[in-house]
């Protein structure tokens, strides 16, 4: 069984290192972080989606019952606990309103915190089905327009699900000018609109109910109907639209607008992987110097930012390895250019991982998914390779001889 995953936010050094010392030796329990501030905290715990969060409330600001309310939106399973030197009633009411499960008295008892870790320990609905899911969240994006986002974030959907890890859900975050539904040639109901006015009645086993199915077993949320739809939307929103995908699918693909608006913002700071679509022209790589440049100011770490270099062509005049040395990145996979294969893909709505399979960008789709879900290199390959093993089996030789 999995350890209780808990994050401490507390602005007192000197009880947040006892509470830290005292949860590291609980048995099932897991510290995997703590802060003194509530905006790092934030950050954190998003990052990290724990079981439990610990926060100081009622000091001088209203930061930690913000914080826990915030909390309670975006991660409803996530158990929240409170602790403050105040123990009127008003501020109780206000704990619970915001989503504490636990109101603890300080200087904190820490016999009285074991025995709140151990009843939701003993909580059954702990592990149970679809609802805890926490699927990992890939986003796609680009601070300029037209270099494939889009094509690479419905590829790479359909070429996960191919891999059999799991439902994989796709949403269209371009709110305004998305295009996810038209190239998978799907006319949905419902749209992330729809999906958003509803949030607070949609569980995890209903969100599917809300999707378009396509053929290759993705389920795709379109973008809003109208341009005021897609305004209202607000950032938290967008983070609860998000979260909720997280506990219904294993993968939870997402196409973005290009540019840093801040309800992409919100969906970047969430992100496992963000995927920087580029190509190899002055324009793009000057947008993916300023891009990768936001991305350390925010201090998202190396292994969250994976620039993906698209169309690419190793003749071509910009040679990538000046291009990786001067602007500081290594290039987490190359797309080759093929345009008509893309271009017949995205007018049958059939991506190239499942209706050009067998060709070399289709193949590079699929390989890209493969490293993406966590396969070692010699499995990235020997997927192919399998494939053309039981070939060469029974035609008596390998595709590559
Ligand atoms: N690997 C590729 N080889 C050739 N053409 C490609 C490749 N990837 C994408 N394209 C083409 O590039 C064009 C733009 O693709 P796409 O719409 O996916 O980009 P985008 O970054 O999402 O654009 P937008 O800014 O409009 O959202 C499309 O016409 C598509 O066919
Ligand atoms: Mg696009």
């Known amino acids: 069984m999995s350890n209780l995953r808990i994050i401490v936010v507390d602005s007192d050094e000197v009880t947040r290192r006892a509470i830290l010392a005292h949860l590291s030796v609980l048995p ?3 510290v995997v972080g703590d802060a003194a501030d509530t905006a790092i905290g934030h950050r954190m715990i998003r990052q990290n989606r724990p079981d439990v969060v ?3 409330v009622g000091g001088m600001d209203d930061s930690g019952m913000r914080l826990a309310a915030d909390v309670h939106g975006e991660m409803p399973r996530t158990a929240i606990f409170v602790s403050s030197p105040h123990k009127n009633p008003d501020l109780i009411l206000k704990a619970m309103s915001a989503g504490a499960k636990e109101f603890l008295l300080r200087p904190i008892e820490l016999h009285i915190l074991t025995k709140s870790i151990e009843k939701i320990l003993r909580d059954p609905s702990r592990h149970e089905g679809a609802g805890g899911r926490k699927g990992r969240l890939l986003t796609f994006f680009s601070n300029k327009g037209g270099v494939g986002t889009t094509t ?4 790479t959907a359909a070429g996960l699900a191919k891999e059999g890890l799991g439902p994989v859900g796709l949403v269209d975050f371009d709110l305004q000018l998305g295009n996810v539904a038209s190239f998978l040639n799907l006319s949905p109901s419902y749209t992330v609109y729809d999906l958003v006015s509803q949030l607070d009645k949609v569980t995890p086993e209903a969100v599917d109910g809300f999707l378009a199915k396509h053929e290759s077993g993705i389920s795709v949320l379109a973008e809003p109907k109208t341009p005021a739809e897609a305004e209202s939307i607000t950032p938290s929103q967008t983070t609860r639209t998000i979260e909720l995908f997280r506990s219904a699918y294993s993968y939870v693909v ?3 607008p290009k540019g840093f608006d801040e309800r992409t913002l919100e969906i970047l700071d969430c992100s496992d992987e963000i995927f920087i679509v580029s190509e190899l022209s002055l324009p793009a790589l000057r947008n993916l110097k300023k891009c990768l440049d936001v991305f350390r100011d925010l201090q998202y770490s190396e292994a969250r930012v994976r620039v993906v270099i698209n169309r690419y062509d190793p003749k071509g005049i910009i040679r990538l390895e000046e291009v990786q040395q001067s602007l ?3 290039p987490f996979w190359k797309f080759p250019n093929d345009f008509l294969r893309i271009m017949s893909g ?5 991506p190239v991982v499942i209706g050009a399979e067998e060709s070399e960008i289709g193949r590079s789709i699929q390989q890209f ?3 993406v879900a966590g396969k070692s290199a010699e499995e990235v390959v020997a997927g192919e ?4 093993g039981v070939l060469g089996r029974l035609f008596g030789k390998s595709r590559e001889e």
């Open 152 to 155: 690479l974030a419905t590829n």
């Open 385 to 388: 390779k399998g494939r053309s």
């Open 328 to 330: 500081r990145f290594e």
């Open 369 to 371: 998914c493969r490293k």
């Open 254 to 256: 997402v196409d973005t």
């Open 346 to 350: 995205i007018n049958t709505g059939t």
């Open 28 to 30: 099932g329990v897991e």
């Open 54 to 56: 610990l926060i100081e």
